[in-house]
């Protein structure tokens, strides 16, 4: 089974940049779609990535994603204290079941 | 605005049934993809099931094992998901999301979440 491994805490100080990584257990992350949600604490999710790099309208461009070989990326820039959340990448497998990551617990210092 | 909003929780016997709905607003429905999420309290992210635009492409996480059913009205812009069997460990908040590619058979990802509904399985 497909699975998505994801560090489950990142921590950085306001003002500066962090990456989050999300790996695929077999296969290229470039098989299938990724996409990367936010999580704020008592709130439903937003998306703030789609397709590998696209954002919503409304996202920041602070927020953005990559992808390479096995992994993604989303890379947060301009660190703010509302950053401060869970997220979530996500993608399928070859029978159209989404997976997700278990979660990076990000703390703004 | 997308709009995205969630029904029909609530507690629930183990072994009984529930259906969720999800009414959409502010988009072409029938063109979109759509899918049930749920979060166990203080768990990630769990995908339940999806369903395609016209309503012909189904697919369904494994633990699903025939217990539930997605569907959906285009004529009311509402999405469904038909609970039966359930257990205990099917107590979860579920979300509603829309797909982010319009016209595509299988979803792919979500660009807009609904609240949420929370279900709760206890005798």
């Known amino acids: 089974n497909l699975m998505l491994t994801q560090p489950h805490s990142v921590s950085e100080s306001p003002g500066k940049t962090v990456t989050i990584s999300c790996t695929v257990s077999s296969g290229s992350i470039s098989d299938s779609y990724v996409q990367w949600y936010q999580q704020r604490p008592g709130s439903a999710p937003t998306t703030v990535i789609y397709e590998y790099v696209q954002r919503p309208s409304g996202v920041p461009d602070r927020f953005s994603g990559s992808f390479e070989g096995s992994s993604a990326s989303l890379t947060i820039s301009g660190l703010q204290a509302d950053d401060e959340a869970d997220y979530f990448c996500q993608t399928y497998d070859n029978s159209h079941r989404w997976v997700f990551g278990g979660g990076t617990r990000l703390t703004v210092l | 605005e997308v709009q995205l909003v969630e029904s029909g929780g609530g507690l629930v016997q183990p072994g009984g049934s529930l259906r969720l709905s999800c009414a959409a607003s502010g988009f072409s429905f029938s063109g979109y993809a759509m899918s049930w999420v749920r979060q166990a309290p203080g768990k990630g992210l769990e995908w339940v099931a999806s369903?395609?635009?016209?309503?012909?492409?189904?697919n369904y996480a494994d633990f699903v094992k025939g217990r539930f059913t997605i569907s959906r009205d285009n004529s009311k812009n509402t999405v469904y998901l038909e609970m039966n069997t359930v257990g205990a460990e099917d107590t979860a908040l579920y979300y509603c999301?829309?797909?982010?590619?319009?016209?595509?058979?299988?979803?792919?990802?979500?660009?807009?979440w609904g609240q949420g509904i929370l279900v709760t399985v206890s005798s």
């Open positions: 999301a829309k797909d982010h590619e319009w016209g595509v058979v299988t979803a792919t990802g979500a660009d807009h």
């Open positions: 369903i395609s635009g016209s309503g012909a492409n189904r």
